[in-house]
């Protein structure tokens, strides 16, 4: 069973630095390319950013583009996404996925997803 837990969503002023983690089990973590996106309530899950299956390509959100980053450590089973210069409209919850492929922004295309960790910047 494939379990992906998120971690490290929180309260953060704006302007400030958050990094999320994933940790995946049940599965070989890298035979998978990884994905984080975000949903706001009452709104639809949108992309976020993409890494592929040995961290070399990553591809990312116009939204997030330059401030945050999308990382994993195959060691560890574990993906990371460091968020900086954090903004308001930041504001949800983020999920994370797996995917067969690199490069998907579809939520169609990932076969997996964590519970979600919230992350909040005021203002």
């Known amino acids: 069973q494939v379990l992906l837990v998120e971690s490290g969503g929180g309260l953060v002023p704006a302007g400030g630095p958050l990094r999320l983690s994933c940790v995946a089990s049940?599965?070989?973590?890298?035979?998978?390319?990884l994905g984080w996106f975000r949903q706001a309530p009452g709104q639809e899950r949108e992309f976020v950013a993409t890494?592929?299956?040995?961290?070399?390509?990553?591809a990312y959100a116009d939204t997030v583009k330059g401030r945050h980053t999308i990382s994993r450590d195959n060691a560890k089973n574990t993906m990371y996404l460091q968020m900086n210069s954090l903004k308001a409209e930041d504001t949800t919850v983020y999920y994370c996925?797996?995917?067969?492929?690199?490069?998907?922004?579809?939520?169609?295309?990932?076969?997996?997803w964590g519970q979600g960790t919230q992350v909040t910047v005021s203002s």
């Open positions: 890494v592929s299956r040995d961290g070399g390509s990553t």
């Open positions: 996925a797996v995917s067969l492929a690199f490069g998907a922004t579809q939520n169609s295309r990932y076969i997996n």
């Open positions: 049940g599965l070989t973590f890298n035979t998978y390319a």
